[in-house]
């Protein structure tokens, strides 16, 4: 976890082609490096090995469930924005063991897990996943419960983030108050620049940490003149970014129209999949599974994320509390942009855009709060 440096953030230069020798210093501190890289025609977030395994040369098309990669005329490293997968997959894994346990004579003996907590230097984290990242943080190490193994490597991780010079079509942030630019939270943020003549970063440092890698990579200090057009850059995002949520009174708003006949339109469309939970970097529900061997011998639990479009979810005895499609979607976006902010004090979406882009019908949060509301 970033420690905060107790100079303001400053701004140096590194070319494009010395971004191998920023990777090469992590590689060298033995940091699990992982990085964007295509799988499955989307950007995906995989550990890498080399500099060469990097991406570069594409951007996305997103729209409501929609996504397509296509080449990047200014061949840039970080043209795209988010993929279908974002780093809580690393932090909070989808399938977890906790521990493993197994007959010691009358008695279960609990065999703890001794491995060491990874190392992750995450590469490319968009200002939206940072707020993601703030948001698991508050929920899964402030709270009465700590959850050690997600605490331990977030403590451990370095974040190289990519403030965004181009929005998707489906990106929100801005209304969300998350990005296209970060501010804290990371050790090093990225604004790349590529005019067909100069290819550079703008290197924004905010933790010891990152000023130490600045200090190794030998960086000079960026002018004024870089700092402003990275600036410009950051500007006509905001500019380019047709999707706008007003959050004004949003969490009272739709706390109104929960019978709102609304919600039954959006069930004639809902497939109830889940796709937006397992997509969405800041749903955190999990089910716990125990399972033992044949002869009762050894036992695992393992914890895995759960969607709240299951019947199962709201299972208590006697049945389900959430039975209709309808109750179900309902939980799900009240929870996002209302009731969250009762539990946390903040939105649990932070306008990434995933869930609009990766639901197999394109049912859109941002609209159809909009439309939610206005129906009222
Ligand atoms: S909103 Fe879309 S992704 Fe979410 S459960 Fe319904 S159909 Fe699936
Ligand atoms: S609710 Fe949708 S837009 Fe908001 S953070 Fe989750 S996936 Fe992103």
Not at 358 to 376: F, H, N
Request: with cysteine; charged share 25%; proline share 3%.
């Amino acid at each position: 976890m970033p420690q905060e440096t107790d100079k303001k953030i400053s701004h140096y230069i590194l070319k494009a082609t010395e971004l191998k020798s920023l990777l090469d210093i992590l590689f060298q501190r033995e940091y699990h490096v992982i990085a964007p890289s295509i799988r499955d025609k989307s950007i995906e977030y995989d550990p890498i090995a080399s500099f060469d395994e990097i991406t570069r040369g594409w951007i996305d098309h997103q729209k409501p469930g929609s996504y397509r990669l296509a080449n990047d005329e200014q061949d840039r490293f970080f043209g795209y924005v988010v993929g279908f997968s974002s780093w809580k997959k690393y932090l909070y894994p989808a399938d977890k063991k906790l521990f493993e346990a197994e007959m010691d004579t009358k008695n279960f003996r609990v065999i703890e897990d001794g491995t060491a907590a990874p190392k992750y230097a995450f590469l490319g984290v968009r200002s939206c996943d940072l707020k993601a990242i703030e948001i698991l943080d508050k929920i899964l190490t402030e709270g009465p419960y700590v959850d050690l193994d997600y605490k331990r490597a977030r403590d451990n991780a370095l974040i190289i983030v990519v403030n965004c010079t181009r929005a998707g079509e489906n990106c929100f942030c801005y209304s969300m108050g998350t990005g296209p630019r970060a501010y804290s939270g990371f050790d090093l943020a990225l604004t790349e620049i590529s005019d067909g003549e100069k290819h550079y970063f703008l290197v924004d440092t905010g933790s010891r940490s990152g000023e130490e890698l600045i200090s190794e990579l030998g960086l000079s200090s960026a002018s004024e003149d870089e700092i402003k057009t990275a600036e410009k850059a950051i500007e006509q995002t905001i500019a380019n970014m047709s999707k706008i949520l007003n959050t004004d009174g949003l969490k009272e708003k739709i706390w109104a129209n929960l019978d709102s006949l609304y919600w039954d339109e959006i069930a004639e469309r809902c497939l109830n999949c889940g796709n937006c939970t397992l997509v969405c970097p800041t749903c955190f529900c999990a089910d716990i599974e125990d399972t033992t061997d044949i002869a009762g011998e050894k036992a695992n639990r393992t914890r895995k994320w759960d969607v709240c479009y299951t019947l199962n979810f709201t299972y208590v005895h006697g049945g389900s509390i959430r039975t209709s499609c309808k109750s179900r979607y309902r939980q799900w976006l009240t929870h996002k942009l209302s009731t969250w902010i009762d539990q946390f004090g903040m939105f649990g979406c932070v306008g990434c855009g995933r869930c609009i882009t990766w639901c197999p019908v394109g049912i859109d949060i941002a609209e159809e709060a909009k439309q939610l509301i206005e129906s009222s």
